[in-house]
């Protein structure tokens, strides 16, 4: 379950991948399956055989899609969805609500921000059926008509952005920071946004976007 | 991710009952969804334990009863915690990012594997994740892994903060099953990998984590968690100290040493805290105790400078309590 996911282990991940190591493609996947379908059938695992060795011989079950009922920016939808799709991929690829960022999908980099209950939670490592009829907000639903949230308002005002794509997630992440209780200081919004990532190094505007809102609050 | 079968429990005995079947338990999900999404994981059943009533952190006469599904941010900034156990809330804050905190839970953060970069690789030999196929870690890339408690079939390291602090605090888990509710104390919920590193932890098939009793304590407010990282957040411990004191006229009567990063469980020092017991707190008592806590440890290709890391980071941290006390 819960803990802390492994951005925290970013910087060995990265070593590895940087090696050529840490990557599966879904070719060397199959392959890994296959593998340890054979060994399993005939009960032999030799030294030197185990190359890949993914443990998957679990026969999966055949799971129908359901009836999920998603409270979405205070509009209620009806889905029909397997139970492994992520809240992420529901909004995505179901709901075409396309704000909300895939980056990592590891919970690694913030991209995937959402509210749940007005707090800020990463949708891509939480279930769309688990949380059916809980008030959830997207980026989409932040703004008034034409009025921007203040915080978006704050994101162009300050530039806290280059490419754009953690942008929503950034937002997210900072409207829920603003129930939190940090600091005043500009160290207390680094740290309370460092699940947040941003590759083009946006962060001193970002903080400065974060720290006019609060302010004026 | 793989298909599987989902099911809702609303109380406890419907989320033992689901167990029973071979469900696997799920509240914030950060770790659980994260290693099905790696393969590494592959449960063919959850049971959806959110709601279930074991939400309130209570006060009882011994000190307070913390619900397993208590979110972890709710549990740090708790006005009890932050004053009685101030250790328990700067641990809890160390971990992860403010989101994954909003959705971990206590009893989730408990039941986090024992990993490293190697387990969660599934193209890669795990003692850990597939049983007899070898640790990828000894001879690999180990700057991250374990220098106490480790054995030829694993080196990883727990990386939960909040364990740390739990274990320094003498705090028990309390479980639950179809036989009845036993507790477990901080110490022994995590296992050693000298035998089935597949098992991390003592939680025996179809008991569930209800809650975790932090007892009162006169070491318990005089308590400081001290996290060393690669970055300034969001980074597993290279190493971390929770420390716990108690003072009398700048002598300890009581003490509670407790390091994480570096064992592949949260590793109390006895010997440590043995060493301070009756004696004035000062530097040459701490430094001894530094040596003391990290006597035996054995450094695996890159993480030897976790050892003298993790004794001056004790050092530093006991030198924060007694200032403050």
New interface residues.
């Given amino acids: ?13 990265e ?2 991948r940087s ?1 050529g ?2 990557c ?1 493609t879904r070719r ?2 199959l392959t ?1 399956s296959a593998l340890v379908g054979s060994v399993l059938a005939t009960g032999s ?1 030799l ?1 030197g055989e ?1 190359r ?5 011989a ?6 129908p899609a359901r009836r999920v009922e998603l409270l979405v920016n205070g509009k209620t939808h009806t889905l029909e969805l ?3 799709v ?1 809240l992420l991929d529901a909004l995505r690829e179901h709901l075409q609500l396309t704000g909300t960022k895939k980056g990592c ?3 690694q980099c ?1 991209a995937c ?1 959402v509210l749940i209950d007005g ?4 949708a891509c ?3 769309a ?2 949380q059916q009829r809980r008030p959830i907000m997207t980026v989409e639903g932040l703004a008034s008509g034409d009025t921007l949230h203040p915080m978006q308002q704050a994101f162009l005002s300050h530039d806290g952005f280059q490419c754009g794509y953690c942008t929503p997630g950034q937002i997210m ?1 900072a409207v ?2 603003l129930k ?2 940090w600091g005043p200081e500009d160290a207390a919004v ?3 946004m ?2 947040n990532l941003c590759r083009c190094g946006a962060y001193p505007n970002i903080v400065a976007a974060v720290q006019s809102v609060r302010r004026r609050a | 991710m793989q298909p599987f079968d989902y099911v809702v429990a609303t109380d406890v005995p419907a989320a033992l009952e689901a167990m029973r079947s071979g469900a696997r338990p799920v509240a914030g999900g950060t770790n659980l969804l994260d290693l099905m999404k790696l393969h590494v994981e592959v449960p063919t059943r959850l049971v959806d334990v959110n709601g279930l009533p074991l939400s309130q952190v209570e006060e009882t006469p011994a000190g307070l009863r913390i619900g397993a599904l208590v979110r972890n941010s709710d549990l740090a900034y708790d006005a009890r915690v932050q004053e009685r156990f101030p250790v328990l809330s700067e641990a809890l804050l160390a971990g992860a990012s403010p989101q994954l905190r909003n959705m971990a839970t206590v009893g989730g953060n408990l039941m986090q594997r024992t990993r490293c970069s190697y387990f969660r690789d599934a193209t890669q030999p795990c003692n850990k994740r597939l049983p007899g196929s070898g640790c990828s870690a000894i001879g690999g890339y180990t700057r991250m892994h374990a220098v106490l408690g480790t054995s030829d079939n694993c080196i990883a390291s727990n990386p939960s903060d909040m364990a740390v602090a739990l274990v320094a605090l003498d705090a028990r888990v309390l479980l639950q099953s179809a036989a009845g509710e036993r507790a477990v104390p901080m110490t022994e919920f995590h296992r050693l990998p000298a035998t089935r590193p597949e098992q991390d932890t003592v939680l025996r098939p179809g008991e569930l984590i209800v809650a975790v009793e932090v007892p009162n304590r006169p070491f318990a407010a005089h308590s400081r968690y001290l996290k060393v990282r690669d970055r300034a957040a969001y980074a597993f411990a290279l190493v971390s100290v929770a420390v716990a004191l108690d003072l009398e006229g700048g002598r300890v009567r009581e003490a509670r040493i407790v390091l994480g990063g570096v064992g592949t469980k949260p590793w109390r020092c006895h010997e440590a805290e043995a060493t301070l017991k009756a004696k004035p707190a000062d530097e040459v008592r701490f430094k001894a105790a530094a040596a003391a806590a990290l006597r035996g440890a054995k450094p695996h290709g890159e993480n030897g400078f976790k050892i003298e890391l993790a004794k001056r980071a004790l050092v530093r941290a006991l030198h924060l309590v007694a200032g403050e006390a």
């Fill in positions: 379950m819960d803990g802390l996911s492994d951005a925290e282990e970013a910087s060995s991940d070593k590895e090696e190591v840490g599966v060397d996947f890994g695992l030294p185990a890949a060795v993914v443990p998957l679990v026969p999966t079950p055949s799971v397997e139970p492994r992520t999908d590891l919970g913030g921000t707090r800020r939670v990463n490592l939480t279930l059926v688990m992440s829920g920071l939190e209780p680094r740290e309370g460092a699940g």
